[in-house]
């Protein structure tokens, strides 16, 4: 079955203490990209990767780091979270970087 | 400043009304996408539209992109209790990296029975 996968779903942690969101996708797709989606705000871009060793920042990258070693992981960290990171995430991928973008079930973070 | 602006943001009808979204810009897209999102899961792709003055029809949604490529609106015809979820609209600005992508804020829709 084609899908997203990210782990884990749900995550508590203390500000300061890094961790890592993981994305795999089983699809081939060249680009992934991460979100965060907050009440009336939507979904707004961290980073996106066009292919393997390539990435670049979206609309809101500060305070977050990404990687892209394979083309079907591409995992999300955060070094130093802080309480305004506190957010739902998202990571997608798509084949081409505007063909359709197929999304994980998302990662609801909280930093207190 | 949001790039896409949806309006409404709420929206509540009772089912067999009609109902449009609107989602606006000053800036021009290459392409426009919508998405609906149910809670606890990522959005799902309804549509992509790419020309201007382009028009779409999925059953009882209708999808229609701006002459000038900066605004959509969908059209729900009939709303069901099935239609409830959040929509949104996501563009790809003319000009920008590939692959950037830029969402509006959403429109929460419930359709009551």
């Known amino acids: 079955e084609a899908q997203v996968t990210q782990n884990p779903r749900y995550l508590i942690t203390v500000t300061g203490k890094k961790l890592t969101v993981t994305c795999s996708q089983n699809?081939?797709?060249?680009?992934m990209s991460w979100y965060r989606q907050d009440p009336g705000l939507g979904l707004r871009q961290i980073y996106y990767?066009?292919?393997?060793?390539?990435?670049d920042k979206g609309d809101v990258p500060e305070g977050y780091k990404v990687s892209r070693k394979e083309k079907r992981n591409f995992p999300l960290i955060l070094e130093s979270p802080s309480p305004n990171q506190t957010s739902l995430y998202f990571c997608?991928?798509?084949?081409?970087?505007?063909?359709?973008?197929?999304f994980g079930q998302g990662t609801r973070l909280t930093v207190v | 400043t949001q790039l896409l602006e949806q309006s409404p943001q709420f929206l509540s009808i009772q089912e067999g009304e009609n109902l449009t979204v609107y989602c606006n810009s000053s800036?021009?897209?290459?392409?426009l996408q919508w998405y609906r999102q149910e809670p606890g899961e990522g959005p799902v792709l309804l549509v992509t539209?790419?020309?201007?003055?382009e028009v779409k029809k999925l059953k009882r949604l209708t999808f229609q992109f701006g002459d000038a490529r900066k605004d959509s609106s969908l059209h729900i015809t009939a709303a069901q209790t099935g239609d409830t979820g959040l929509y949104l609209c996501?563009?790809?600005?003319?000009?920008?990296?590939?692959?950037?992508?830029?969402f509006g804020q959403g429109t929460i829709l419930t359709v009551h029975p």
């Open positions: 800036s021009v897209f290459s392409s």
């Open positions: 990767s066009m292919n393997v060793e390539v990435t």
């Open positions: 996501a563009g790809a600005m003319d000009g920008t990296s590939y692959g950037k992508l830029t």
């Open positions: 539209v790419v020309t201007g003055g």
């Open positions: 997608a991928s798509s084949l081409y970087g505007l063909t359709e973008a197929f």
């Open positions: 699809m081939n797709h060249e680009y």
